[in-house]
């Protein structure tokens, strides 16, 4: 089965005390509904994944990305709908300009802090709080993981840093 490519950014404030975030409320049908989530989604055909990250964040939020920086890769055999394999490049986006939208399709954006997301006070996937320390490290390193899925559950979790 052919993994289906997607982007997840992370728009941070200035200070990179707040990420913005999407609540999926819109579509009770939603995979994510009830969810907070990063931007993103899956790739255009003929899309690098730079271009894909800068096209879903002005799509979904109308910010404009600045330089964006590589968090990670991560692969989730089993975590679509049906079973399908996703792989996902995670990003940060520190510089951005424009003003963010207060709703997109996918639904509310909301600009949240990241102690709050760390510490587990944001509905999300509870899978996401084993990579989202990486993304947000005071220090980041980019780190590449494996996140199985099964019956919409992770049923495990490693990655390794890079260089």
């Known amino acids: 089965m052919q993994a289906i490519v997607a ?6 404030s200035a200070d990179r005390r707040r990420v913005l975030l999407v609540r999926r409320d819109k579509r009770p049908d939603d995979l994510h509904f009830g969810y907070h989530n990063g931007l993103g989604g899956k790739l255009e055909p003929g899309e690098d994944v730079v271009e894909g990250m800068r096209r ?8 404009e990305c600045g330089p964006i920086q590589l968090a990670g890769t991560i692969s989730w055999p089993g975590f679509g709908r049906g079973g399908e394999n996703w792989f996902g490049f995670l990003f ?17 954006l909301v600009w949240t802090e990241v102690a709050d997301v760390l510490a587990g006070r944001v509905p999300m996937w509870p899978s996401d709080r084993h990579f989202l320390p990486l993304v947000f490290a005071a220090e980041p390193a980019v780190f590449h993981g494996v996140m199985p899925f099964s019956a919409g559950e992770a049923v495990g979790w490693h990655y390794s840093l890079a260089g």
Not at 7 to 12: A, K, R
Not at 56 to 63: A, K
Not at 92 to 108: H, I, K, M, N
């Open 56 to 63: 879903e964040i002005r799509e979904e939020s109308g910010l």
């Open 92 to 108: 940060r986006v520190p510089v951005w300009s424009g003003e963010a939208y207060r709703e997109c399709p996918e639904g509310t």
């Open 7 to 12: 982007t997840l950014g992370y728009v941070l």
